[in-house]
Nanobody
């Protein structure tokens, strides 16, 4: 099984940038659809971005053009670069993995229920 550890959250001003990292261990990320999700209290978890082993990416509409998901297979790490941050991006951000790669293409409509492996999350606050 793969284990995931996120880092890179924090507080930032509107318009600022942050980069999340998700380091995987126990297995190689090339076997998985790797996704980023976010959740605020009392709201349903939301799929933000996904990347497949071939580098194909998908995004939810609200982050298109502002967020970029990428992967470094040599470091077994997935990144989420977040630019032009808005207050509505404030949330707990989670890294997730699942071997069913078709899930990445559906990330924008996913709540993550199909994903088996999760990190513990990092908080992002934009004000």
């Amino acid at each position: 099984d793969v284990q995931l550890v996120e880092s890179g959250g924090g507080s930032v001003q509107v318009g600022g940038s942050l980069r999340h990292s998700c380091v995987a261990s126990g297995d190689t990320i090339s076997r998985y659809c790797m996704g980023w999700f976010r959740q605020i209290p009392d709201k349903e978890r939301e799929g933000v971005a996904g990347i497949e082993s071939d580098g194909s990416t998908s995004y939810t509409d609200s982050v298109m053009g502002r967020f970029t998901i990428s992967q470094d297979n040599a470091k077994n790490t997935v990144y989420l670069q977040m630019n032009s941050l808005k207050p509505e991006d404030t949330a707990m951000y989670y890294c997730a993995a699942e071997t069913s790669t078709f899930l990445c293409a559906q990330i924008a409509t996913s709540t993550g229920a199909e994903f088996k492996y999760w990190g513990r999350g990092t908080q992002v606050t934009v004000s």
